[in-house]
């Protein structure tokens, strides 16, 4: 695959939707809005893993494309907007840090990953390093989402969007063996089942979602 | 390639099914005792790997630095069931725990052990990450357990923490198959630490030190090595004290293996930054930080867990330092901290159930009245601060005078760290065993149940620090 070509550029703007998803993720502030960019973040790195699985002639990332179309872009987004149903939080999100700043850190981070992944010059694949620069970013941004807001639920789908960009490293990478692939998409799921629990958990105790209130440890050990 | 040959393979699959079985008994004091049996069959498995290991190249990849955590961890785990057994019969008799929680903690530990063992001991690098992740989320549930308000924002704190370093340490793999992938060839080869080790040399030097990056952040963060520890003591002081003392002890020797491993690959690496100094500065940092912040901890468990990370701190330290004599003091220092750490959580656990609370107000002058316990604990915490006869004296000597002899100026802040963190626990030894008793606010188990287990692990941390040059040093000299 060299630049120009169409598995190239199609692998490309891919990644590259998925950033833009990304950055989107960190200005939204409504939470029925965020659930729903995160799951057409999934359903793009969905498609990525299947134009991957074709460029490659890898049919094991077909798999990896509908797990991650199935549960990532629908499954848990419809838990997700159920959770928000039952708990009553439509209300906007508080951040602790406003748009203009998370933006101009995001754009930050994205400059950081790529002056990291440049030096690494690997003979044979272009696009492996540009994927793996992309992904990154979706990484470092995916990390900056959770940092910035407070509420439990955005900060769950910051650390989703993070794995997201997990995933679309190791579909980038030609060869890697199935087994990540398969056991990140298993275990996105069982992680979702833990966060479940604590949902339950905190909202029967505190009316709320909003990890600041419930912070009685932190000031008094 | 032959997945898990069944002889070999039961060190895993004892627990896992273990943890199946007992997610289906309801009665606790049946399925404790269940736990017990299948954590010394588990501890036997890991025996049989040592004397007889599988071939490399196998599924399993039992070198003799795996096969000595595992037998340690299996260890634990076995006389750790014993502990617990007596400690869910108080919670429940106190009413603190109910049946349906009850169950789940014995099926999480058996989930956690087996966890564990599959990470210590797998060959293929996206594996070990599965299994670290699967432990991490036995680990949330079991300290999420109680259900108060603080353990939930305790499990809730070391989900998102862990998380995102597992998170950053799958990044890490993915590139680290990447650096391997031109040495190796593609496929499992460039997964398989076994193909990896030999191939170091080969490997793209630049791609290797990025993902040496993301692995040291993702496996730092569950070594709890500063500044990542901050999820550690809140889990340890909300969890149920049994697990506590397994993730104190055997969750850090996981990653500190992982981490050790990734030296040893980089340092095969003229291309490659060199790992000892960043292993080294987060070692110290964590002695450092750990020691002073000892000193205003008022809660017995979490005082012992910011201990751990003293101590983890020592042994990354070591493994940072490289060569053969403080690899060799670091792996030892490692062993016996997680004896004798897992012998204080047990006494402390059993004082705090006796007491009703486990602040240091609360929990005093054990050696009145509860003479077996608070003796023990007095021994436990002599040994912890690095005192004679106790083996961590001989690694703690050993790593220093290395350190001097390679890196003199650095001997400053580690022997201070070191003798402010022996004497902060020093300071606590005199109210907790010798001080004025406490009134009882609770209900506590038999003290067997605790004493014979402690008693056990402390006279092997003995037996290493009076016999040393014998069979011990031969068996960890040959792992380097």
């Known amino acids: 695959m060299h630049y120009g070509t169409i598995p190239y550029d199609v692998a490309h703007l891919l990644g590259a939707t998925m950033l833009v998803l990304s950055f989107a993720l960190l200005y939204q502030r409504r939470v029925a809005a965020v659930i729903d960019i995160y799951a057409l973040q999934a359903m793009v790195l969905a498609a990525a893993a299947l134009w991957q699985g074709w460029a490659q002639g890898a049919p094991q990332l077909y798999l990896t494309g509908a797990i991650t179309l199935a549960a990532k872009g629908i499954a848990i ?52 390093r540009e994927d793996l620069a992309t992904a990154l970013s979706v990484v470092l941004l995916g990390l900056l989402a959770m940092i910035t807001r407070r509420n439990a639920l955005t900060q769950v789908v910051g650390f989703m969007s993070l794995e997201n960009g997990l995933i679309l490293a190791a579909v980038g990478i030609t060869g890697m063996p199935l087994v990540v692939e398969l056991s990140v998409a298993v275990l996105v799921l069982v992680a979702m089942v833990v966060f479940g629990v604590f949902f339950f958990r905190i909202r029967d105790r505190f009316d709320s979602l909003d990890l600041h209130r419930l912070d009685p440890i932190s000031t008094q050990r | 390639m032959n997945l898990l040959p069944p002889a070999d393979g039961l060190v895993v699959l004892l627990p896992l099914l273990g943890a199946i079985t007992l997610g289906l008994v309801a009665n606790h004091r049946i399925a404790a005792r269940i736990n017990i049996l299948f954590a010394l069959a588990t501890f036997a498995a890991a025996v049989h790997l040592a004397y007889d290991p599988p071939p490399p190249g196998s599924f399993l990849l039992a070198d003799r630095l795996s096969v000595h955590l595992a037998l340690l961890t299996s260890f634990i785990g076995a006389s750790t069931s014993f502990v617990s057994l007596g400690f869910i019969e108080a919670e429940m008799t106190a009413g603190l725990l109910d049946r349906r929680r009850a169950r789940l903690y014995h099926a999480m530990y058996q989930a956690l052990l087996a966890f564990m063992l599959l990470a210590l001991l797998s060959d293929n690098t996206g594996l070990v990450w599965v299994s670290v992740e699967a432990a991490t989320i036995a680990g949330v549930l079991v300290v999420g357990l109680p259900g108060t308000a603080e353990a939930v924002e305790a499990s809730w704190k070391y989900f998102i923490v862990c998380g995102v370093g597992i998170a950053l340490s799958l990044f890490g793999t993915i590139v680290l198959y990447l650096a391997a992938e031109p040495a190796t060839g593609p496929g499992m080869a460039a997964m398989s630490w076994h193909t990896l080790l030999p191939a170091a040399a080969r490997c793209n030097g630049i791609v290797l030190n990025l993902a040496f990056v993301f692995l040291l952040l993702g496996y730092g963060t569950k070594a709890a090595l500063a500044p990542l520890h901050n999820w550690m003591p809140d889990a340890h002081a909300q969890g149920p004290t049994p697990v506590s003392a397994m993730l104190s002890g055997s969750m850090m020797n996981v990653a500190l293996s992982v981490i050790l491993r990734l030296r040893l690959l980089l340092g095969a690496n003229a291309g490659a930054i060199s790992p000892g100094p960043p292993i080294m500065a987060l070692g110290l940092l964590s002695v450092l930080f750990a020691a002073f912040t000892l000193w205003r901890r008022n809660d017995v468990k979490r005082f012992f867990a910011v201990s751990s990370i003293e101590q983890g701190g020592v042994v990354a330290f070591a493994f940072g330092l490289g060569g053969a004599v403080p690899v060799f003091a670091g792996l030892l220092h490692l062993t016996l901290h997680t004896l004798v750490k897992t012998a204080i959580f047990g006494c402390v656990g059993w004082a705090a159930q006796r007491k009703g609370g486990q602040s240091f107000f609360r929990i005093g002058g054990l050696g009145h009245g509860t003479r077996a316990i608070g003796l023990l604990l007095a021994a436990a915490i002599v040994a912890i601060a690095g005192l004679p006869p106790f083996g961590l004296f001989v690694s703690e000597f050993m790593i220093i005078t290395e350190t001097m002899r390679r890196l003199p100026l650095l001997v400053i802040p580690l022997a201070l760290g070191l003798l402010v963190g022996a004497w902060a626990m020093f300071a606590r030894l005199q109210s907790l065993c010798l001080g004025p008793p406490t009134p009882d606010g609770g209900i506590a188990p038999a003290a067997g149940w605790t004493v014979y287990p402690a008693l056990a692990h402390l006279a092997l941390a003995a037996a290493c620090g009076l016999l040393l040059p014998g069979m011990m040093s031969d068996w960890l000299g040959a792992i380097p």
Do not use: D, N, Y
């Open chain 1, 77 to 128: 987004p419809i838990a997700l907007h159920r959770i928000v149903r039952r708990l009553e939080i439509h209300r906007s999100v508080e951040t602790a840090l406003g748009i203009f700043p998370s933006m101009v850190l995001g754009v930050g981070l994205v400059a950081l990953a790529i002056l990291v992944v440049l030096p690494i010059t690997l003979s044979a694949q272009v696009l492996t």
